[in-house]
């Protein structure tokens, strides 16, 4: 074993040093202000951005991708899948709500193409709806974008050298500068006796007179091809009043001789901070000011400042909205504050600026805001409403309403920080319950446009409308026909509360509640880990709590909608099923591929009996006329009468057509286009084996409980073999024992 005493770390040391000076010098920290002008020259787009644009760019640069949902295509943007982040950051990415990622692209969209923020953009949604979490992923792509070059971000200070290091006492009454420099600003801490910070993070460019600024900017623009008109922020903008009163002072001591000025600016980059209230400031409901000044002669010594400066009341702005400078403020509950503590934005909003006791302050910062929906409608009631609705962009954020989407959130968020095995579908219980909380009965006078439709929805439970909006699993109840319908329209029933002010998604269990439930179900001594019927009786509690929550205070209605109780029924029996599954497939006593393959040559077969023509036998070689036998062999199985065979088979043929072409250029997989069809072929191959199934339970229950004493060898080896498949599936002994053992209790007893 080496001795620790040994180790020499220096020379990791010198190589640390040398990493971080050569980044130091390769990212352009600090420069003067002849540099950054040639650097602006070099991307007058990409260095003359105002916060809007800049998050704006941030989006276009993590880039995007359509994704697939049963309610059709939507565009996800990736800064909201933190891949910038080490993988454990990761668990806190946005899950779904595209939607909303969309509106919240347009609205800075707008804000590039109006020239500046001009609204405050306000995520409202009932509580623990991820409105927070969007905010969060804003802030923490801009962090990591502006450590890269496309986000560089760059303001200036100004700055002071000693006496020592001039030939007399010039820069306020002298004529010669320091010898042998154009620029204070690469010189040593060692020579320099004051340092001036631009808290507002003013533009560099703000150092030069507005009228001479404009003709500056169009020219780089053209010279770069950019059509895009600049920012008002940045051809308007001023510097704030503490530069201004710099830049009048050092103009004044040098005679009007701006270049002499000029030499005392110090341009360097900055990079957004959450941790450090940097560019991305997170302000909470509390009653406070959001900006403030402080006069800064007032305890710092005048001797380090120049004589020119020695007289003059300087001014450090302070607060939120100084601190957010050139990125992000979000103001989380907005609402919950009083009225009059955000009153200002009004006006600030509207005008850019914000009124401080000694100068009005540019923002240069994206505002969101979060609400949930009791407070907005409050706000809706209030007499200066309309005055409010002109500075906000409203952007509706309900709960997610798709089980596959919300179970990520708990296998992301609990999961890893539950110290026992998490079984399968612990998760997903909890999840379906979630958004079955969530689901509103559709109203056939909605859909009366479409022939046949108003009767489907009417007859849609609240289970299969959660189906429908997870995986687009069509009741198999409907004839092929309402299938049809039913599947071309399920946007309009994801869409058909949309308009209105009591929407889907808007009332439910929230993601809150049910991370509680799983912690608690992960802590019940009845089970070895977090147990799928462990989350099942956390929910029965959570439910015989109905004066809490407003989810549980709703009227049952036809269906199972809204009544909470009958949800656990729901679940239970859709555990049973994915249990009773599992097991089948456990036990090894049909191969899963083999009605897989079974279903693939009917298809073959159906496919040249409605052309008329024949299939070709793999074996032989030769063309034989379509196997009968075979389709009726699969008819019988999917309870299809005689009679109604050839309508079948032709619509068999129809969904592969229409699939084909809302799937251009795609290999068509039976089990992706007829689900319905595999599920009820396994189903009726492993239900000629039910006793067998049941006996395999009891196995596996004497196996874990009884360490399989009294088992036959036959019976011994069937139980491990299965065990074994189990735990490939993600179980382990203790879960899969409960699973085997719910199955006896209520299925095969």
């Not at 600090?30 to 787009?45: C, H, N, T």
């Not at 946005?94 to 707008?110: C, P």
């Not at 007032?298 to 007289?311: E, F, G, T, V, Y």
């Amino acid at each position: 074993m080496p001795d620790p005493s040994s180790l020499d770390l220096s020379a990791e040391l010198e190589r640390i040093a040398g990493t971080v000076q050569e980044s130091f010098r390769v990212g352009r920290r600090v420069m003067s202000f002849d540099e950054y002008l040639a650097l602006y020259a070099r991307d007058p787009a990409r260095q003359g951005r105002d916060a809007s644009r800049y998050v704006r760019d941030m989006f276009e640069h993590y880039g995007k991708e359509e994704v697939d949902k049963p309610w059709g295509k939507r565009t996800r943007y990736k800064l909201f899948d933190l891949a910038f982040e080490p993988e454990v950051s990761r668990r806190d990415r946005l899950v779904g709500q595209e939607d909303v990622q969309a509106e919240i692209f347009r609205v800075f969209e707008n804000f590039g193409r109006e020239g500046r923020p001009n609204k405050l953009l306000l995520l409202h949604g009932p509580n623990g709806s991820s409105k927070s979490t969007m905010a969060m992923c804003l802030m923490r792509a801009l962090e990591h974008y502006s450590s890269l070059d496309e986000g560089a971000l760059y303001r200036f200070h100004w700055v002071f050298p000693s006496a020592k290091t001039v030939k007399s006492r010039i820069g306020f009454g002298g004529e010669e500068g320091i010898a042998g420099t154009s620029s204070f600003a690469h010189l040593p801490e060692d020579l320099i006796d004051a340092k001036l910070n631009n808290e507002i993070r003013d533009h560099p460019l703000f150092l030069l007179p507005i009228d001479e600024r404009k003709p500056i900017v169009t020219r780089a623009l053209a010279a770069a091809g950019i059509t895009e008109p600049p920012p008002d922020w940045l051809v308007r903008g001023r510097l704030a009043h503490k530069s201004q009163q710099v830049f009048e002072a050092l103009l004044n001591s040098y005679r009007g001789d701006m270049r002499q000025v000029l030499r005392h600016v110090s341009v360097e980059r900055w990079f957004v901070s959450r941790r450090y209230r940097t560019g991305a400031v997170t302000l909470g409901p509390q009653m406070s000011v959001d900006a403030g000044e402080r006069q800064i002669t007032a305890d710092r010594s005048l001797a380090a400042l120049p004589a020119a400066l020695q007289a003059v009341t300087l001014f450090d702005a302070f607060g939120e909205l100084i601190d957010a400078a050139g990125g992000i403020l979000e103001y989380s509950d907005l609402l919950k504050r009083p009225l009059e503590s955000y009153k200002y934005l009004q006006l600030s909003v509207e005008t850019g600026e914000i009124a401080l006791q000694h100068q009005n302050v540019q923002l240069n910062v994206v505002l969101v805001g979060s609400a949930n929906e009791v407070h907005l409608l409050a706000l809706r009631e209030h007499p200066e409403w309309a005055s409010f609705r002109g500075r906000l962009e409203l952007v509706r954020t309900p709960y997610l309403r798709s089980y596959v989407e919300e179970q990520q959130i708990y296998d992301a968020q609990i999961a890893p920080h539950v110290r026992r095995h998490v079984a399968p579908h612990a998760t997903y219980a909890a999840a379906l319950f979630a958004v079955l909380t969530r689901m509103r009965k559709p109203r056939p006078e909605h859909f009366a446009d479409v022939k046949g439709l108003p009767e489907i929805v009417s007859s849609l439970t609240v289970l299969e409308k959660a189906d429908l909006y997870a995986t687009g699993r069509i009741p198999e109840r409907l004839d092929a026909d309402q299938e049809k319908v039913l599947r071309a329209h399920i946007r309009d029933l994801y869409d058909e509360s949309k308009a209105y002010p009591i929407y889907e998604g808007l009332i439910g269990a929230s993601p809150r509640e049910i991370k509680g439930v799983l912690l608690d179900a992960s802590q019940d001594p009845r089970f070895s880990c977090l147990s799928p019927l462990a989350v099942l009786d956390e929910l029965e509690e959570l439910v015989s709590r109905s004066g809490e929550y407003e989810w549980l205070k709703q009227e049952p209605m036809q269906g199972a909608y809204h009544d909470a109780k009958a949800f656990l029924g729901l679940i239970r029996g859709r555990l049973l099923d994915l249990w009773e599954e599992e097991l089948r497939a456990a036990s090894g006593l049909v191969e899963q591929r083999s009605w897989g393959d079974l279903f693939d040559r009917y298809v073959r077969n159906v496919s040249v009996w409605v052309k008329g023509e024949k299939v070709k036998n793999t074996l032989t070689g030769d063309y034989e006329d379509p196997d009968q036998t075979v389709m009726q062999h699969v008819e019988k199985q999917l309870g299809q009468k005689k009679e109604d065979v050839d309508g079948f088979r032709n619509g068999i043929i129809s969904a592969i057509a229409a699939w084909s072409i809302d799937h251009p250029g795609q290999k068509i997989d039976n089990a992706v286009v007829f689900p319905q069809h595999l599920r009820k072929l396994k189903e009726t191959a492993f239900g000629e084996r039910g006793k067998a199934i049941a006996d395999l339970c009891k196995w596996l229950v004497v196996l874990v409980e009884d360490e399989g004493k009294g088992l036959r060898p036959e019976q011994r080896k069937a139980a491990d073999e299965a065990m074994e498949r189990m735990i490939a599936m993600g179980y382990d002994r203790g879960s899969a024992r409960d699973a085997a053992s719910a199955l006896l209790h209520d299925r095969f007893r």
